[in-house]
């Protein structure tokens, strides 16, 4: 699995262009371990054998399945590989998976087929700040690991675009890592080591009232917000037009 080799906050002067080029080439190469990192998650194996590390997977898929209804209309936004869209797939939702990489695509196809949820699971090659779609068309939307790579400068304009595309008093989904003294600061450039190279990768992290200022300010009323020893789960409701 990836390693990360080095943590430093991001400096002022610093070429964010860069940076976060960086952290789509290093997802688009690295789908191939996203797909052993979530099956180890669903086997318990690797980093998932300590419970506490576990726990927050656990919890996103709970909440995933109490959360969405049969028929429901569902934007996965950043789906990689496709494990959250086809768990809500497999809970009877048609689930347009966005993302920005080909290569996690193309996994997120295979293993929707062998899933047996192929049809209904859309994969949809786009960027968060352009969703593709027009004005509320979904039910719900998630997004998981995804906004701690937004740059929290642009996170009002990237929570408003995907507010745009869904219903009044549709719910979205959040979780992500979550601020807990971590050593390079709340933002930062992390060093994360492949088997084949290294990437600058870019990581805000929110503590709890960030994140439930943010949506109150840019989407809805938060419902739920808790943490676990490693992540931080938020449900919202999209404020009625």
Avoid at 211 to 223: A, R
Wanted: aromatic share 12%.
């Amino acid at each position: 699995m990836v390693e990360v080799v080095e943590r430093s906050g991001l400096q002022k002067g610093s070429d964010l262009n860069k940076i976060l080029n960086s952290t789509r080439k290093y997802y688009r190469l690295f789908s191939d371990g996203y797909v052993q990192f979530y099956d180890n998650w669903l086997e318990s194996k690797g980093s998932f054998s300590d419970l506490e590390y576990k726990v927050g997977y656990d919890n996103v898929a709970e909440l995933l399945i109490g959360l969405v209804n049969n028929g429901q209309l569902i934007i996965d936004v950043g789906c990689g590989v496709g494990t959250w869209s086809i768990l809500l797939a497999k809970k009877g939702a048609s689930v347009a998976g966005l993302d920005h990489s080909p290569e996690a695509l193309l996994k997120c196809g295979e293993i929707s087929a062998s899933s047996n949820v192929k049809s209904s699971v859309f994969r949809v090659l786009g960027d968060g700040f352009y969703i593709p779609f027009g004005e509320e068309i979904f039910d719900g939307a998630t997004l998981n690991w995804v906004l701690a790579h937004i740059p929290v400068e642009e996170n009002r304009k990237f929570m408003k675009e995907v507010g745009r595309v869904l219903k009044g008093n549709a719910w979205l989904m959040i979780s992500d890592s979550y601020w807990r003294e971590q050593k390079g600061g709340k933002e930062q450039v992390q060093i994360r080591k492949t088997q084949d190279s290294f990437f600058q990768v870019y990581k805000y992290y929110y503590n709890p009232e960030e994140l439930q200022n943010l949506l109150e300010d840019t989407f809805g009323e938060v419902i739920h917000l808790n943490t676990t020893p490693y992540e931080m789960l938020c449900v919202a409701r999209k404020n009625k037009n």
